[in-house]
């Protein structure tokens, strides 16, 4: 089974720009859909941006325009770049993934749909 590290947290300035990284081991994240999800202090975990093993993107309406997500299998990484960060953006960031079936994914954004969970890696946005 894949294990998921993410990296690449921290603290920004709104307006600031900062790139996540999830390293996986154990598998090949080209077997996965992957998505990258936050929860805020008092709240539920949400999806922001996911992908599928054909590259196929979405996007929360809160990041679109903002984020992008993007793998490497050459590093066997996937990364979140966010931009025009804001306060809201505030969260603890987690990595998923899920193992494709060879079905058509449709859990893009929704955590319950994924297997694999990294430990997370803190942003903090402020104003």
């Known amino acids: 089974q894949v294990q998921l590290v993410e990296s690449g947290g921290g603290s920004v300035r709104a307006g600031g720009s900062l790139t996540l990284s999830c390293t996986a081991s154990?598998?090949?994240?080209?077997?996965?859909?992957m998505g990258w999800f936050r929860q805020a202090p008092g709240k539920e975990r949400e999806g922001v941006a996911g992908?599928?093993?054909?590259?196929?993107?979405s996007y929360a309406s809160s990041v679109a325009g903002r984020c992008t997500i993007s793998k490497d299998t050459a590093e066997n990484t996937l990364y979140l770049r966010m931009n025009s960060l804001k306060p809201e953006d505030t969260a603890i960031y987690y990595c998923?993934?899920?193992?494709?079936?060879?079905?058509?994914?449709?859990?893009?954004?929704?955590?319950?749909?994924?297997?694999?969970w990294g430990q997370g890696t803190q942003v903090t946005v402020s104003s």
């Open positions: 154990g598998d090949t994240v080209s077997r996965y859909h």
């Open positions: 992908t599928d093993t054909y590259d196929t993107s």
């Open positions: 998923a993934a899920e193992p494709a079936d060879g079905r058509v994914w449709v859990g893009y954004l929704a955590p319950e749909k994924y297997h694999y």
